[in-house]
């Protein structure tokens, strides 16, 4: 039988890496730290509270959450944010999807400096939106006469840039993206998933001056709630608005913004494992150049590490060794790196003697 | 300030309906029974457990919940299905929307029979679908000689088909269903949100004959789990394999796994609040004709009743006595009508007090 596909879906594999949850798992930046007994407790209760009224629809606008997500924004990014401009979805793929679906679509481009998160050209291919990947230099960091050129000679109607970015760890300087929302008649979206983990400023302190400025940000990482799969973005109160008419109605479920509120609420307590997490990739840096490997500048919890001849075969021997790290190296930009996040103690020790044995 | 927003979204309002949480709410159709005691605790427990690792991705294929919903619909349906031909989302709006990304698209057309759930064609305009709406009878059946002329013509490539149908209760047999399927090139979506509450035999039961029809359901409704945001689809697996070429990776977070894990072990006890959601609405049928108004025949958990010459006013005169019912006529075809949904036994009489004020 064949199905009646969108012609340009033909062919393609799922976007995913490898669950394989018997493995030290490495490879997916997640952060090591579950939850604590305590939190776990207060994620019970209140999610017994909302599960009171479980029968009725969610808050659609999620006030709540959003009120609780502008009150921790401002506090980190020492930027005063009303709950007007802050929005929130099903992971920070959802508000991207939203903002292609409000600002892209077909006719319409995004661009994005590569290589980056795979997950933008899969977006825009999934909202119609035609994609431009614009090479950043061989260190990784953005090419910034490149970038103005690029914007001028594409005139995209959305550009992300991410800082740090993934899957090279790479920081993008404030300036850069002053820059390029200066050049752009379009939307800049700085996909921020690992900014709790960097020292720089965020580009959230830019937002009052550049109206099409948008800044997405994540619970996955720093604040260890990939489970509960909570993205947010702080943006002008126009484009929240603009993100309104494309979100699917009740698009957060009553948990969803329960267990994000009480997460909030152990801001503290999940945010001091940042400081662990970037101690383990610490120390994987420094082994690595040990071993006699290469590693790119980060300020997130993963990093590049190189270089191989043949990548696969050393994931392999890693994975041989119980450790699962991730091979990036088949995209664009990418030969001969692997990418490790860091693990606790043990997984990152764990990692460190299966690199001594297979390099 | 202007955004560079999609043209087609300029001037458009965002999707949905009052909430009033101080009202009597009947306006959208939701199962006025909220969980007991015993379910909230195992939804505590099985919480708990899914947080222990919630710093972690969740299953990207909710494996372990499309086994449970396809062991459900086999039961309810009669059909044995393997979890291969099952797929959730967040909501059966995620799962249209999926089914238009994957199926629809630019240069593409979905075609629906209106009045029908009004999402439908905005779904299609959020995936740039073109859509186009034949008009169902003036008692709300389907006509399908119109029908099938209408395929015949668009040649469309999603054709949307609601039974019961929201917002008029009425079902469609399924030698329509049969008939359209055997016309159009394109897929057939059935959805049977409301189905539980009908005895009619489900469009599950054509799915072998037919390996481009999929039926669309919620637990939104019988299930009493709207807050819970869980909708599915059976389909074949080949329609499945297509939908995760689209889907959002991690789309379902580990907390609304477990949750709709825990309210399909729960399912007799859900369930049960469907007989007296009948009686209430069939209560709701009888005082109407009391009162010399026109209902129209639902096989669902609601129903429209007019005709009003000033339906908004009517409203609003319930809306005045504490009752919040839903006003669609604005909407095409349906002019004069409103939409109430059954209450618990209370709500359901403050509503016929308030009618029987106002009419």
């Given at each position: 039988m064949t199905l009646p596909v969108r012609r340009d879906l033909v062919g393609k594999s799922p976007y995913g890496a490898p669950q394989l949850p018997d493995a030290v798992q490495l490879n997916v930046n997640e952060n090591p730290f579950?939850?604590?007994?305590?939190?776990?407790?207060?994620l019970q209760r209140a999610v017994g509270e909302a599960?009171?009224?479980?029968?009725?629809?969610?808050?659609r606008e999620a006030v709540a959450l959003r009120t609780d997500l502008a009150e921790y924004l401002s506090k980190q990014t020492g930027v005063p944010l009303a709950v007007e401009r802050v929005w929130a979805a099903n992971g920070s793929n959802?508000?991207?999807q939203q903002?292609?679906?409000?600002?892209?679509?077909?006719?319409?481009?995004?661009?994005?400096?590569?290589?980056?998160?795979?997950?933008?050209?899969?977006?825009?291919?999934?909202?119609s939106t035609a994609w431009t990947g614009v090479p950043r230099r061989a260190d990784f960091t953005v090419d910034v006469e490149l970038a103005l050129q690029a914007v001028e000679q594409h005139r995209p109607d959305v550009v992300f840039l991410t800082t740090p970015n993934n899957p090279t760890g790479t920081s993008t300087p404030l300036e850069v993206v002053d820059a390029l929302c200066a050049a752009t008649s379009g939307v800049v979206v700085v996909d921020e998933a690992y900014a709790e983990f960097s020292d720089r400023p965020s580009a959230v302190t830019l937002l009052d001056q550049h109206p099409r400025l948008?800044?997405?940000?994540?619970?996955?990482?720093?604040?260890?709630?990939?489970?509960?799969?909570?993205?947010?973005?702080a943006a002008s109160a126009e484009?929240?608005?603009v993100l309104r008419l494309v979100r699917l109605p009740y698009h957060l479920s009553a948990l969803t913004q329960a267990a994000a509120r009480t997460a909030l609420a152990h801001t503290d307590e999940l945010l001091a494992t940042v400081e662990e997490v970037k101690r383990q990739r610490d120390r994987i840096v420094?082994?690595?150049?040990?071993l006699g490997l290469m590693t790119v500048p980060t300020d997130a919890n993963f990093l590049l590490f190189g270089l191989f001849d043949h990548p696969g075969a050393t994931w392999k021997a890693l994975l041989d060794r119980g450790v699962l790290v991730r091979d990036l190296s088949i995209g664009p930009g990418l030969a001969g790196w692997l990418?490790?996040?860091?693990?606790?103690?043990d997984e990152t020790s764990a990692f460190l003697s299966a690199l001594a044995e297979v390099v």
């Open positions: 579950p939850p604590s007994a305590g939190l776990v407790a207060d599960a009171a009224t479980l029968n009725r629809y969610p808050d959802e508000v991207l903002v292609l679906q409000a600002f892209g679509g077909p006719g319409r481009t995004a661009l994005g400096f590569e290589p980056s998160y795979s997950m933008h050209p899969v977006l825009a291919a999934g909202t948008l800044v997405s940000r994540t619970m996955s990482k720093a604040f260890a709630m990939a489970g509960a799969r909570l993205g947010y973005l484009v929240v608005d420094s082994r690595a150049a040990e990418r490790v996040n860091a693990g606790t103690e």
